[in-house]
């Protein structure tokens, strides 16, 4: 669970969400997306970014108002 508070939702907020989900992607997956991009001659930091921002909606967020 991501707690956040709802008065917070800056870009420094969002870009510590999406930090925090690049850590997420890279270490339960991190080796077959490597594997993958080395065979089909793609950017493994692209591949990291564009599954982060997939990964963020898997989260189960709390707002504190």
Same mark, same amino acid.
């Given at each position: 669970?991501?707690?956040?508070?709802?008065?917070?939702?800056?870009?420094?907020?969002?870009?510590?969400?999406? *930090?925090?989900?690049? =850590?997420?992607?890279?270490? @339960?997956?991190?080796?077959?997306?490597?594997?993958?991009?080395?065979?089909?001659?793609?950017?493994? *930091?692209?591949?990291? =970014?564009?599954?982060?921002? @997939?990964?963020?909606?898997?989260?189960?967020?709390?707002?504190?108002?």
């Amino acid at each position: 669970m991501i707690y956040l508070n709802f008065t917070d939702l800056s870009e420094e907020a969002q870009e510590r969400l999406l *930090e925090s989900s690049k =850590e997420d992607v890279v270490h @339960k997956f991190g080796d077959a997306i490597r594997k993958y991009a080395k065979e089909h001659c793609t950017n493994f *930091e692209t591949m990291i =970014e564009e599954e982060a921002l @997939k990964n963020l909606y898997t989260y189960t967020y709390v707002f504190n108002i």
